[in-house]
Antibody
Framework: EVQLVESGGGLVQPGGSLRLSCAASGFPFSSSNMNWVRQAPGKGLEWVSYISSSSSSIYYADSVKGRFTISRDNAKNSLYLQMNSLRDEDTAVYYC????????????WGQGTLVTVSS | DIVMTQSPDSLAVSLGERATINCKSSQSVLYNSNNKNFLAWYQQKPGQPPKLLIYWASTRESGVPDRFSGSGSGTDFTLTISSLQAEDVAVYYCQQYYSISYTFGQGTKLEIK
């Protein structure tokens, strides 16, 4: 069974940092492209970042570029999102999502972890 | 970035009736070399992550009931639920994966009339 379990969310002050993790199981993680997608409270979905299976290609939304860093450890079946210089508008549930092998749509999503940026 | 616009923002349909949600992209998401539309539909119920329903604009994900169907090409797409069931109450999102960033529509909230 495919499982994606996010962790690391919490309350952080503006300007602070947080590192999210996503533990993957039940599928060949090392050959899967991955994404982070977020959802502010009561709002829609916003794509945040992409990393290819080998980490050779990485992309970010303009809203987080220069502040967030995506990475992965294929030996540990884990995906990460380092978030620095956090702002109020970064408050959201952050989902990790696995891309399908045949295309860049997200076939599996984790349950999400809530990040709250507030003083 | 490609802008995805859904209509309507909300929709109330009677049980057993047809529900139609539209999605328009600011530029074509049809890749001419393979004639595929890089468009997916997701369903999100309260407190749950999104669930993939449709990809390549019209291919139903395994396990998704056949009352869900996707159509369209280029810039205009439609998600149709042929006979609304109570468990279909949710927010529906379209997403283009033609180009990074993978933008979503704003969502359409579907309720029972």
């Amino acid at each position: 069974e495919v499982q994606l379990v996010e962790s690391g969310g919490g309350l952080v002050q503006p300007g602070g940092s947080l590192r999210l993790s996503c533990a993957a199981s039940g599928f060949p993680f090392s050959s899967s492209n991955m994404n982070w997608v977020r959802q502010a409270p009561g709002k829609g979905l916003e794509w945040v970042s992409y990393i290819s299976s080998s980490s050779s290609s990485i992309y970010y939304a303009d809203s987080v570029k220069g502040r967030f860093t995506i990475s992965r450890d294929n030996a540990k079946n884990s995906l990460y999102l380092q978030m620095n210089s956090l702002r109020d508008e970064d408050t959201a549930v952050y989902y990790c999502a696995r891309e399908a092998g045949s295309g860049s749509y997200s076939s599996y999503w984790g349950q999400g972890t809530l990040v709250t940026v507030s003083s | 970035d490609i802008v995805m616009t859904q209509s309507p923002d909300s929709l109330a349909v009677s049980l057993g009736e047809r529900a139609t949600i539209n999605c328009k992209s600011s530029q074509s998401v049809l890749y001419n070399s393979n004639n595929k539309n890089f468009l997916a539909w997701y369903q999100q119920k309260p407190g749950q992550p999104p669930k993939l329903l449709i990809y390549w604009a019209s291919t139903r994900e395994s396990g998704v009931p056949d009352r869900f169907s996707g159509s369209g090409s280029g810039t205009d797409f439609t998600l149709t639920i042929s006979s609304l069931q109570a468990e279909d109450v949710a927010v529906y999102y379209c997403q283009q994966y033609y180009s990074i960033s993978y933008t979503f529509g704003q969502g359409t909230k579907l309720e029972i009339k």
